[in-house]
């Protein structure tokens, strides 16, 4: 399953046509302890780019963005009660919510992990 | 992902390493740039740093403050002509929180004043300390003599079990109470220590020379009472603690009645007047102000952040100075300035936070119950 990287430090794993969008490991460690996750509504349509997404830490509120464009067809509910799920598992338990792509092409604009990872390194 | 509210590196020409830089970064620190410092926001995780503080003991670096003196002949009566606290009565090994204010009554900066015998040591806070250096200078007299010790580290020790630590480097810490001061001699280093902090609970600041704070500070750390804190949980414990963070909840635009701090203006001072803005500010405690500093607990999890209005229906009432998750209560909670009409306790408000609108209900501050050794 391809994962792709957007510069604002969102991940997107793509399976068919639905992506698992969440933040990446590096953010959740750069925002430090989240103590609030706001998620999009399931049947939200999201242009790439929106801001569908608030993660809280104990500092400072930051805005996700929606990698691609498309409709919401789940979120993860599990962050509602234990936000620091994306401290722990930012690119896995941690996942934000899923999305049908409705245009594949935009993934092509994404970073894939090397590339990400260089990014990062000369952050 | 962007951070909106993130602490921006302050716009400064170089930014400065304090005496501790080093020891910070062997403990992986996060450093941040904070008053023209390089500063630890955080060790391990604001959290665990806040928690661990409220349980044990906390270290904090807090050398970017400005560690003052002012002595001379008349140095007392040129204290109370810029500040409204009664520094006559304080007694050798007292301590005062007073506040510098302008002409008008605006507060410049808030500050602790130490009667140290032959001086009066003044610690104010980093961010601001050149002006405050600068408004010092040209407000007191000339035979008034004003030194920065800038050969001088800070530490805070700050937590329930921060006396128990302390007391092994510095027996004397047994003999003062909340607001008290005086001298130590560790191992022939001279530690002037105040029991006193900004977190809410019993603890120290200790002012040692900058070369021997790397070994005090490992000294401290080696306990097992005593973690290293950084300044994010600084700023989540003294928030809980219900004090004010200047440039944010005190500013040239507040004065005193207003913010709450007027048990800082004494009965003697409040009869004489005679301080700066002493017109405006006594007019102010006889006829109150139009809005006041409260305190906001927050439904759900959601912070509001500085800057946020406060709403009553469809009408503005207020604007957030301070606001974060509480990690004690386990809430988010915000200080703010709101109309006086709409600042009893109880009162049921809302906070616009970017779009949404948050239940908050004004409470007594502080949030958490002080624990000061009195």
Redesign the interface.
């Known amino acids: 399953m391809p994962r792709y990287f957007t510069e604002d430090h969102e991940w997107i794993d793509v399976d068919g046509d639905v992506g698992t969008v969440g933040i990446t490991d590096y953010a959740q460690s750069q925002l430090g302890d989240i103590t609030f996750v706001e998620l999009p509504e399931k049947g939200d349509t999201l242009k790439k780019g929106d801001a569908p997404c608030v993660v809280d830490s104990v500092k400072a509120a930051s805005d996700v963005y929606a990698p691609v464009s498309g409709e919401v067809v789940e979120v993860n509910g599990d962050l509602d009660g234990e936000p620091e799920l994306v401290n722990n598992d930012a690119e896995g338990d941690g996942w934000f919510f899923k999305i049908r792509l409705s245009n594949a092409d935009e993934l092509s604009g994404l970073m894939d992990e090397d590339k990400y990872s260089s990014f990062v390194d000369n952050l | 992902?962007?951070?909106?509210?993130?602490?921006s590196p302050e716009d400064v020409i170089e930014t400065q390493s304090l005496p501790l830089d080093a020891w910070h970064r062997e403990r992986d620190a996060?450093m941040v740039e904070f008053a023209g410092y390089h500063m630890p926001?955080?060790y391990e995780?604001?959290?665990?740093e806040?928690l661990w503080t409220r349980e044990h003991a906390g270290l904090f670096d807090v050398s970017h403050m400005g560690q003052l003196s002012v002595s001379g002949e008349g140095a007392v009566e040129a204290l109370e002509a810029i500040m409204p606290g009664d520094f006559a009565i304080l007694k050798p090994g007292r301590m005062r929180y007073s506040m510098l204010l302008d002409e008008d009554g605006g507060v410049l900066d808030d500050l602790m004043v130490t009667n140290a015998g032959d001086h009066y040591a003044l610690v104010v806070n980093g961010a601001c300390k050149w002006d405050d250096i600068g408004f010092l200078r040209e407000h007191l007299p000339d035979e008034i003599t004003l030194t920065h010790h800038e050969d001088q580290a800070l530490l805070a020790l700050q937590g329930p079990e921060a006396a128990v630590a302390l007391a092994r480097i510095a027996p004397m810490i047994d003999d003062l109470k909340f607001m008290q001061a005086g001298l130590a001699d560790w191992n022939g280093t001279p530690l002037w220590i105040s029991r006193s902090g900004y977190t809410g609970e019993d603890g120290f600041e200790i002012s040692v020379p900058a070369d021997k704070a790397w070994a005090l500070a490992e000294a401290l750390v080696a306990m097992d009472e005593v973690k290293p804190i950084g300044l994010?949980a600084r700023?989540?414990l003294r928030l809980e603690a219900g004090l004010p963070l200047y440039g944010h909840d005190l500013t040239t635009d507040s004065e005193p009645v207003s913010a709450g701090l007027t048990f800082a203006i004494s009965k003697r001072r409040r009869a004489e007047g005679g301080f700066h803005g002493a017109d405006r500010i006594l007019k102010l405690l006889e006829n109150g102000t139009e809005a006041k500093r409260v305190g906001l607990a927050l439904d759900?999890?959601?912070?509001a952040?500085e800057g946020d209005a406060i709403m009553a229906g469809d009408t503005q009432v207020g604007t957030v100075t301070s606001g974060?998750?509480a990690?004690s209560l386990g809430h988010?909670i915000a200080m703010g300035y709101v109309a006086a009409d709409r600042a009893g306790t109880g009162t049921e408000l809302e906070v616009d936070?970017?779009g949404k609108r948050l239940a908050a209900t004004v409470v007594p501050m502080p949030f958490v119950p002080n624990r000061y050794f009195r």
Do not use: L, W
Not at chain 2, 1 to 7: F, G, L, Y
């Open positions: 992902m962007t951070a909106e509210a993130d602490n996060r926001i955080q995780g604001i959290i665990a806040h994010g700023d989540s759900g999890r959601r912070a952040r974060g998750f990690p988010p936070v970017r």
